[in-house]
């Protein structure tokens, strides 16, 4: 891996009208030809993704949408995945190249600062513009906002806009994912056994990331498997002051530890990283309330396939069902497939979302909280079933 996650650069959306130049400004960015640019109004239909660096800002993930105001039944479909690039949308470009008729805008504009997006508004295709001050002008009493004034097509302005965009995103970084766990000097043991879900040859982004972390943190780090976990301890010279283990052998790993050692697990540094830990804590504790008649949503980040003994597919429901009975119906839903209306569920056991920025985890509670649906995540909801919770350590 020579480059950042996708689930660590920061979401760029571009929204705007058909063919306002929303496609020819991400080319303009780039400096690439990353998307399809035609005078055919609704050229883009479907949300594409450009990860970059853009200095001073660090790595992206830019995405086109199609145009707001697209008609017809396509265009309705196509306005719904629009929409839906918000819940994932760390910052926002609304691009225009007029100011008359700005309803669209002023609706997606108050949408923005409802949901507190940073948004930067461009006016494109001043090169066609000869009092582009004046229309700007227009446009911020208007909208509120003083947009920038660019030419993709001539790539004027662009080098203003990207310090304008690193200048709007402040200083948000993600914090560690092993805050308040690991301090400088300690020593770390990661659990890590290799089952038939992880990818051959590497090992899964969740331990890669939190191995970087500790480096980067000055730990000590050491890394096994549930079968040496035994034979690596006593090589120790100390007992390790962490052990970070994989959640499917939570309990095993528990039974073993060291008395001081404080232990945790991938899945939930995972959520205090990308998610509420508040709250997905309070929806592990609600599996209690589940009942032989409970309809439980499993939600997965990812879009692999199924392998034998898959954790959120048959391990975690094979788990509920034991305690609570055969009769409990789970609804798998993958990638970025998640249901508008949960009020169907009597809880949600989500992924670590390791593929998720955090953005996109946190709409995803905000969602379940507004209709009244627990969320936990895998890791807390094993720990909760295995009756360790209270034994996990929290970030």
Known sequence: MNSAPQSLRRHIAIFGRRNVGKSSLLNAITGQLVAIVSPEAGTTTD???????????????????????????????????????LDQADMALLVMDQASDLNYEKQWIDELRRLEIPTVAVL?????????????????????????????????????????LAHAAGDDEETSLTA?????????????????????????????????????????VTCCGIDTLQQTLKAMCLAPALIITDSQVFAQVYEQKPENSLLTS?????????????????GAKAIDRLTPQSRVLIAEACTHAPMSEDIGREKIPRMIRKRFGETITFDIHAGKDYPADLKKYDLIVHCGACMFNRRLMLSRIVRAQEQGVPITNYGLAIARLQGILDKVSLP
């Open 47 to 85: 949300p594409v993704n450009r990860a970059m660096e853009i200095l001073p800002l660090g790595p992206c993930m830019l995405i086109d949408t199609a145009g707001f105001d697209d008609e017809g039944n396509v265009g309705e479909l196509r306005n719904e995945r629009t929409h839906r690039v």
């Open 124 to 164: 494109n295709k001043v090169d066609a513009i000869g009092n582009k001050e004046e229309v700007a002008e227009q446009i911020n009493s208007i909208l509120g906002i003083m947009p920038i004034t660019v030419s993709a097509k001539n790539h004027e302005g662009i080098d203003i806009l990207r310090n304008a």
């Open 180 to 220: 308040g766990l690991a301090k400088p000097g300690d020593s770390v043991l990661l659990v890590m056994p290799q089952d038939p879900q992880a990818p051959k040859g590497r090992l899964i982004l969740p331990q890669v990331q939190t191995i970087r972390d500790l480096l980067d943190k000055g730990c000590i």
């Open 266 to 282: 991938f899945s939930v540094l995972m959520a205090g990283q990308k998610g509420n830990i508040d709250v997905l804590i309070e």
